[in-house]
């Protein structure tokens, strides 16, 4: 019999891997269908399909369905800030990242949130921040300068491209990410997770019109090739909501903290894929800067455990 420990790292682990795939999958598209890819109308179909997916989940469960709409009444304030950061900024942020760097790299930058986060803690909660943190926060900082001064290419771009401004995107996503798990700390405590969930997905979607108009960008679906839709559904589905499904399911088995590693393992797992799908070449540079960002993070969070002790 397959022991609890082992059952919730197995769950924890391909759901990471479904988290990882999302880099390769979404620069694929972009570096076969270039001419065709809108990030934000690509991010407003990708948004509407996780937050369908999840509908069955919350409004055919009655104890689901009683709590929602008080949820939402009640602090519709809160979700739509959620919303906004956590998905709608940090969902076409990393996604446009990915038309203008590497796989590795836009894993890599946007998973330096936890930085991002403790800072924001700091500034909006107060919360104190340990000697131990702030010296993973400079290691940290020091591997993701280094990492965008270094170069990489896959097989829609060559070593001496530019890829500042997907870079760039991938931080700022981190950043967004940050202030949707600070901000969110209170409302995801007192509610269900996956209610709240599937109001961000949907509530993103019905603001991605808007955001379109504002930034002039394509409404047309016709030019969506039977790739990109394939795309689509495997990004909403898979990458948005079987691998939320799969990480709660992981919780019941084992407790948060033994899957925190696995944030460190996603992009490492990005990275992989990508040598291997997208024959993505990273430079001697590039892996010394992700060693000292990962491990940079690994300290910081080390630390912050250590404070909280």
Known sequence: MISAKVKGLSLGFFATLFWASYYPAARFLFGEDADRCDPMLLSWIRFTISGLFFLPFVL????????????????????????????????????????????ARGSLLANASPIFTVIVAWLWLKEKISPGMIAGMVIGFAGI??????????????????????DMFALLSGAAWAVYTVGGVRVVRRYDSLGVTMFTFLAGALMMP??????????DFGAMTPRLW????YMGVFTGGVAFMLWLRALKFVPSSMLGAYGYLSALLAAFLSIVLLHEKLSWLFIVSAVMALGGMALMMRGGQKKGA
């Open 60 to 103: 055919g469960s009655p104890a689901r369905r009683r709590a929602f709409f008080p949820m939402v009444a009640k602090d519709w304030k809160a979700l739509l800030g959620l919303t906004l950061s956590g998905v709608v900024i940090q969902g076409v942020l990393v996604f446009a990242a990915l038309k203008y760097t590497t796989a």
């Open 145 to 166: 300068g280094l990492a965008m001064f270094s170069r990489s290419s896959d097989m829609f771009m060559s070593s001496g491209a530019s890829t500042f401004l997907g």
């Open 210 to 219: 808007l955001v379109m108009v504002l930034f002039r960008s394509s409404f």
């Open 230 to 233: 394939l795309g689509m559904v």
